[in-house]
């Protein structure tokens, strides 16, 4: 089995995860991969291949060298988006792209004017949606690049490496993917996440992150007697997301610059409820948003009465740089001399968001986070270079080689 087989095989299976679901994982459906996917990868040949009871795997590539080696890992998740829908994937290849529109279904274009970014890609085969759906390559192709790899590595003794674990892990798309990821089973010094976007992308800097659940109590009244009593959740909270700054948003902001997303609002007279994230990379400025809600609730409540809004903040995990600066930048000097030696020019950049590898950093297991392929996640203009995906691959094969070469 070829990368891209085993990538659309992966693909048919529909594992959007649930915010606000109360468990591991977050929807039953993404079971029915885990089970999938272990079972790929005792096929392959790997061994301890195990999952736990929240849909966890991992697995190991025994080390063919007797030299005393780093054990190391790679990391995916198997979740896709909520924001689109996963079920039902019909992608299709076009090859050799010829950078002009691909026309995905009736009156749904990917266009060069909007998405630049295929460009880049001309003359090579595209992995597409058929418009109706994301694709899953966040990060779907980023666990068929590591088993590939692994199948490659078996496949050519000749290349020595020490022991490899893999671990693929379900609800990350929710923040959530780190939670219950067993650090000590999983047992190697470092490890990387095969999340990131396009072809040469490392990133070792990510946002710090946290939710903001916003309660709004309003009263209802017949609004035809309602002077002096009604008091409108609706209004309150479009008044609310008034305060926040227009100019940080995720629409209006780029690489350093932290925002405030307006997820979702449900409500009606009586109440309403905002979901919101907060980033932003730079510590102090991140503390400062969180406190900036916070007060906006405060002055609500000075207007409209103690208790109209109640605001939850909680941090979802932190910048990974404060831990791989200090003393893992090795684990950052191998990614660049394997795609240097693999033919790929590295782009190091800031994440403007944030992988698994941001909360295992802070647990204890430095783990920074290398291109995947995939471009326009989260949505039907989603799509994967069959070539990247191969090049991304070849990097973990690279990786694995140079650190049984590894000096400290």
Known sequence: M?????????????????????????????????????????????????MDDKGYIYATLKANTKAKVPTIGFISHYDTSPDCSGAGIKPRIVHSYDGREIVLSEGIVSSPRKFPELLAHVGEDLIVTDGTTLLGADDKAGIAEIVQAMVYLQQHPEIRHGRIRIAFNPDEEIGMGAQHFDVGRFGCEWAYTMDGGDVGELEFENFNAASAKVRIKGVSVHPGYAKGKMVNANALAAEFAAMLPKAETPETTEGYQGFYHLLSIQSNIEEARMSYIIRDHDRDAFEDRKRFVQQCAALMNERYGEGTVAVEVRDQYYNMKEKIEPGAMHVIDLVLRAMQQVGVAPKVKPIRGGTDGAQLSFRGLPCPNIFAGGVNFHGPYEFVSVQTMEKAMMVVVKICELTAAYND
Do not use: H, M, W
């Open 2 to 50: 070829d990368i891209v087989e085993r990538f659309l095989n992966y693909t048919q299976f529909d594992t959007q995860s649930a915010e606000d679901a109360g468990c591991v994982p977050s929807t039953k459906k993404q079971l029915v991969f885990a089970d999938y996917l272990k079972k790929e990868l005792e096929a392959e040949g790997l061994s301890d291949v195990e």
